[in-house]
C-alpha cells in the first residue's frame, strides 16, 4: 500500500495549532486537539452569524468584503441616520459619518478608500439626489455629483478614483450608467433592462447587475463597453435583495421583496459564471439589506427590515469551494 509520504513528498506534519495557510490536499497532526486533520473544500454553501450592526436599519449603503466591509448610512424607521459602521469579520465599529445622511444610496470600494451617492433624504420620499461622498478611510468629503439624480441604485468600483453606478430611480426605473474617473462621472451605455433597487458587483470595467424592480430576475454583464444580458436568470425574480460585491464572474445574492406572496424572503441564489442555483436561506427574511463579500464562496449580510422593524443582524456566507478544515475521524 502506498504511504503519505510516496504520494505528497513529505510526511504527515505534528502542528501545536493549525498551520496558518494550508493547501488543498495537506494532512497533518494537531498536538493539542490531538486531532488529525485536512485542508479539504466546502460541498455547499452556508449561512453563519456574524456580529450585529451598532444601529439597526434598512435602505443603507454598503461596500467592501466579508472580513473589511462599511455599512453606510440608511434609516432606523424615524430617521434617516448618517451612521457608518466598519466590519473587521467579527464585529462592527462606528466610525465618521457621511456628510449627507440618506437613504437608498449606493457604495462602491474597499473599507478604506470608498464612494458613496445617489439615494434620497426619506422614505418614501420624491426627492432624488445626485451627491457623491468619498472615504479616505478618516473622514468623508463631498466630490463631483451624479450626471443623473436618483435613489435605489447600485454600484461597484475598486476604489474612491475608480467605479459605476448603475440603474436606480429618477423620475422611474432608469437604465442609466454613469462611471467614475476620480473626479467626475461620465454616463455611458444603458443597461439593456432599466430597474430600481437591483443589486450589484464588480466594477466599472467588469460588473454584474442583478434583479431589481420592477421584479426581474435578469442578470446583466458590463465588459467596460456595454452591458449583455446573459442567459441565465434567478430562481425567484425579485428586488431590494443585495449580493457580494467584488467578483464579476461568480456571485451570491440574498434576500429582496418577491412580487408574489409570500413577499420578503431571505433566498439565496449562487452565480457561477453559467447559471443561478438555489442555496440556504439567511437567517432572517429580509428586504432593503447592506451587502458586501468578494464572491460566490465569500459573503456578508446585514441590515434590512421585516414587518414590524429594522434589524442589526449580520450573516456571513461561505459557499460551496470555500476553504475548509476537516478533522479526520476513524471508522
Not at 15 to 31: K, R
Not at 217 to 234: D, Q, Y
Not at 319 to 331: F, N, Y
Request: with cysteine; aromatic share 6%; hydrophobic share 30%.
Amino acid at each position: 500500500m502506498a504511504e503519505y509520504k510516496g504520494i505528497h513528498g513529505t510526511k504527515v506534519q505534528n502542528y501545536t495549532s493549525d498551520p496558518a495557510n494550508p493547501i488543498l490536499g495537506q494532512v497533518w497532526y494537531n498536538e493539542t486537539s490531538n486531532t488529525m486533520k485536512v485542508q479539504s473544500v466546502t460541498t455547499a454553501g452556508s449561512w453563519a452569524s456574524g456580529g450585529n450592526l451598532n444601529t439597526a436599519r434598512a435602505y443603507l449603503g454598503s461596500t467592501g468584503i466579508q472580513t473589511a466591509a462599511l455599512g453606510i448610512s440608511g434609516t432606523t424607521g424615524p430617521t434617516t441616520v448618517g451612521n457608518v459602521e466598519s466590519y473587521n469579520g467579527s464585529a462592527w465599529t462606528e466610525i465618521a459619518d457621511v456628510v449627507t445622511a440618506r437613504v437608498m444610496l449606493g457604495g462602491a470600494g474597499t473599507q478604506t478608500s470608498a464612494l458613496t451617492f445617489g439615494g434620497t433624504s426619506t422614505v418614501p420620499s420624491p426627492t432624488r439626489s445626485a451627491l457623491t461622498e468619498s472615504w479616505n478611510g478618516t473622514s468623508w468629503t463631498e466630490v463631483n455629483d451624479l450626471t443623473t439624480a436618483r435613489k435605489a441604485l447600485i454600484g461597484g468600483g475598486t476604489d474612491n478614483t475608480s467605479a459605476i453606478a448603475f440603474g436606480g430611480n429618477s423620475t422611474a426605473p432608469t437604465a442609466v450608467t454613469e462611471i467614475w474617473n476620480g473626479t467626475s462621472w461620465t454616463e455611458v451605455s444603458d443597461l439593456n433592462t432599466a430597474r430600481q433597487k437591483l443589486a450589484g458587483t464588480g466594477d466599472a470595467t467588469a460588473a454584474l447587475a442583478i434583479g431589481g424592480q420592477p421584479d426581474t430576475g435578469a442578470t446583466e454583464s458590463w465588459n467596460g463597453t456595454c452591458w449583455t444580458t446573459v442567459p441565465a436568470t434567478l430562481n425567484t425574480a425579485r428586488g431590494a435583495g443585495n449580493s457580494s460585491k467584488v467578483s464579476s464572474s461568480t456571485a451570491v445574492f440574498y434576500g429582496g421583496d418577491t412580487p408574489v406572496p409570500p413577499g420578503r424572503t431571505g433566498a439565496t441564489e449562487l452565480y457561477n459564471g453559467t447559471s443561478w442555483s438555489e442555496q440556504s436561506d439567511l437567517s432572517q427574511i429580509r428586504r432593503n439589506l447592506g451587502g458586501a463579500g468578494s464572491s460566490s464562496t465569500s459573503a456578508l449580510a446585514f441590515g434590512g427590515e421585516d414587518t414590524p422593524g429594522r434589524f442589526a443582524v449580520t450573516d456571513e456566507w461561505t459557499g460551496p469551494g470555500a476553504p475548509l478544515t476537516k478533522t479526520i475521524t476513524s471508522s
